[in-house]
């Protein structure tokens, strides 16, 4: 069969990459593509938004099966619009897709779920926040855009003051577009961060192994939020006793809940959760593979990832074998452009992609990069995804590491200690 996957970031280099090992699979087309999917796929120069060319592309080439990896085409109706046209496409309809296109939908979806989650209010306008925030406690707050922001419309705030500054950059400068003209206030939760994604096809759900991801840019997790420095997984943080009771009281409700709203879901529900002293509370639901878990995820995945998108679109996971891991655990490490999240330039030469390859056990995902006559350009802000197994957390962190440091382009930097968080608590245990 032949597959075309929809994006042109990391996330979509490892789908390439793992779909083409499908023996029922004989061609993979990605468009746009990247530098990295023209090395494991073939690139086609059309849009992830233009669905007209896509379908038609689709139809000329005889594709079987569309992949769609970033979410903006997901909450524009990509898969409804396939599905139209008599294409199998992988993910959630535009309905189901504003689990994540709106933060305040995903509340509401929470809290008729019974889904333990943060105390939110959703506001319309930069004044009623300020309001709220002058008459309630001096204490902290999450200020979310309501949109889509490509991971960075959260703001953290420690103070009365940081948290107005978040509303204004949110709702009156617009800092993320249109995605801020409503927005989430929310009750500052204290923990660890965890990523934990399922299948469904809107009825069974085969739930992934945990992950953790790095979403502030440097090291010690200060600075910005970015789309994710680093990842890694398992993540011992969630044990097998949290992830029945994330299944039991996250996953399967918020699906159940979906379908009463007349929303059923079909693709990777993904939770990011924060592991609380009072148990586990969901920040956020996205409606795909996350950027970076997904390399290190399929990097370990041994299940053909062809079976398991046929079967949720034809709503048969049940029939499915349980998921067959690689009992190693894999470090992802994100090698990012000098400025980013903020503005960064483009089109460096990279050097050294040809080293790290060769090391054993180890592949670099593209992210930001394009080829251009030959060589490898940054074209992004989040450039590379450096993935390595290891017998250990630490052995796959030291891999992942060794491969980084044969790359280098000018101003390319990465936090340094992706996965310590896991090592420490393996040392303690």
């Known amino acids: 069969m032949k597959v075309l996957v929809l994006g042109s970031g990391g996330r979509e280099h490892a789908l390439a990459w793992k779909l083409g090992q499908s023996p029922k699979v004989s061609k993979v087309y990605v468009a746009p593509g990247n530098s990295g999917t023209a090395l494991d796929a073939e690139n086609v120069p059309i849009s992830e938004k233009d669905f007209p060319a896509l379908i038609q592309f689709c139809k000329k080439t005889g594709i079987d099966l569309v992949v769609v990896g970033p979410e903006a085409p997901l909450a524009a109706g990509a898969v409804d619009a396939f599905a139209q046209a008599g294409i199998r496409a992988f993910g959630p309809s535009k309905k189901a897709a504003r689990i994540e296109g709106s933060k305040i939908f995903c509340k509401e979806v929470l809290n008729k779920a019974c889904v333990p989650t943060a105390r939110a209010q959703a506001f319309y306008s930069a004044q009623e926040g300020y309001r709220y925030v002058d008459e309630g406690e001096e204490c902290g707050y999450v200020v979310k855009a309501d949109g889509l922001a490509a991971g960075k419309g959260v703001v953290v705030a420690g103070s009365r003051a940081e948290t107005k500054e978040a509303i204004r950059q949110i709702a009156e400068d617009r800092a993320f577009g249109d995605a801020g003209a409503n927005y989430l206030i929310e009750e500052r939760l204290v923990g660890q961060e965890a990523s934990v994604l399922a299948i469904t096809d809107g009825h069974t759900i085969a739930t992934l192994q945990p992950a953790q991801d790095h979403k502030a ?142 090391l054993p056990d180890v592949k670099v995902f593209h992210a930001g990069a394009k080829l251009v006559d030959g060589q490898v350009l940054t074209n992004g802000g989040r450039v590379l995804d450096v993935v390595a197994l290891g017998d250990s957390v630490a052995d796959a962190k030291r891999r992942a590491y060794e491969a980084v440091e044969k790359i280098s382009w000018q101003g390319s930097w990465y936090r340094t200690d992706v996965a310590d968080k896991e090592i420490m608590a393996v040392q303690n245990h």
């Open 217 to 358: 840019a440097y090291d010690g997790d200060r600075g910005p939020n970015t789309g994710g420095m680093g990842a890694y997984c398992p993540a011992s943080l969630v044990d097998d006793d949290k992830l029945r009771w994330i299944e039991e009281r996250v996953l399967l409700p918020t699906v159940a809940t979906l379908n009463r709203l007349d929303c059923q879901f079909k693709g990777v529900l993904y939770a990011g959760l924060m592991m609380t002293p009072q148990g586990p509370r969901v920040l956020e639901y996205n409606a795909r593979f996350g950027d970076p878990e997904c390399q290190p995820l399929l990097f370990r995945l041994k299940t053909d990832l062809v079976e398991l998108i046929e079967a949720t679109i034809d709503e048969r996971l049940s029939e499915i074998e349980p998921l067959v891991w690689d009992e190693r655990p894999a470090v992802c490490v994100v090698m990012a452009s000098e400025g980013y999240p903020g503005s960064y330039k483009k089109g460096f030469p990279i050097s050294g992609l040809e080293e790290a390859a060769k």
